[in-house]
């Protein structure tokens, strides 16, 4: 079963930057696409970012546009999402996935974990 393990989230001020991991485990069948997302106290779980993991084309939410990057590194089946100017709202536990393509569309797999970002003075 494939499942992926998130990394990376931490406390951070207003202003800071981040870099979440994920990494994929188990068994890796091929996936078109990686997806990042999020889910802040009483809402709704949300996309934040997406890579398709052959042509690399990236798509972001309009809140992270231009604040976040997302990566790739098909070899260690790993992507990244580097967080910079980090605010409070981006606070969440952050998740990724494996989707069908980018935009997601359809995700696979079950959710893990996640990875706890936190931004406050």
């Known amino acids: 079963q494939l499942q992926f393990v998130e990394s990376g989230g931490g406390l951070v001020q207003p202003g800071g930057s981040l870099r979440l991991s994920c990494a994929a485990s188990?068994?890796?069948?091929?996936?078109?696409?990686i997806g990042w997302f999020r889910q802040a106290p009483g809402k709704e779980r949300e996309g934040v970012s997406c890579?398709?993991?052959?042509?690399?084309?990236?798509d972001y939410a309009d809140s992270v546009k231009g604040r976040f990057t997302i990566s790739r590194d098909n070899a260690k089946n790993t992507a990244y999402l580097q967080m910079n100017s980090l605010k409070p709202e981006d606070t969440a536990v952050y998740y990724c996935?494996?989707?069908?393509?980018?935009?997601?569309?359809?995700?696979?797999?079950?959710w893990g974990q996640g990875t706890q970002v936190t931004v406050s003075s």
């Open positions: 890579i398709s993991i052959n042509s690399g084309r990236t």
């Open positions: 996935a494996a989707a069908l393509n980018c935009p997601v569309t359809v995700r696979f797999g079950s």
């Open positions: 188990g068994f890796t069948f091929h996936y078109n696409a």
